[in-house]
């Protein structure tokens, strides 16, 4: 059983078994990613859910209002026009 990257601690991270902070290490076994608790020996293999599209927010959706265009005259209180 050898470690193919070193172990890393994660910084903020709380263990869910004992509820310690900052004992988290993360490493790479045989292709899989692990994070470990090494206060309590927690171990679980870390399975990312990688997102197949983008999260819609208010920047990338199109408003139907954003394609109505208005003109605005400013009036100079001096002229009539």
């Known amino acids: 059983m050898a470690y193919s990257t070193k172990r890393r601690f994660m910084a903020g ?3 869910p ?6 004992t988290i290490v993360v490493f790479n076994l045989d292709g899989k990613d692990f994070r470990e608790c090494v206060s309590c ?4 293999e870390m399975r990312l859910n990688i997102a197949t ?15 109505d ?4 005259h400013i ?7």
């Open 13 to 15: 991270a709380v263990c």
């Open 53 to 67: 599209s983008e999260l819609q927010t208010r920047v990338n959706q199109q408003d139907e209002h954003s394609q």
């Open 17 to 22: 078994r004992c509820s310690s902070m900052d």
């Open 75 to 81: 009036v100079s209180p001096d002229n009539n026009n």
């Open 41 to 44: 020996n927690f171990k679980e």
């Open 69 to 72: 265009v208005q003109v605005i």
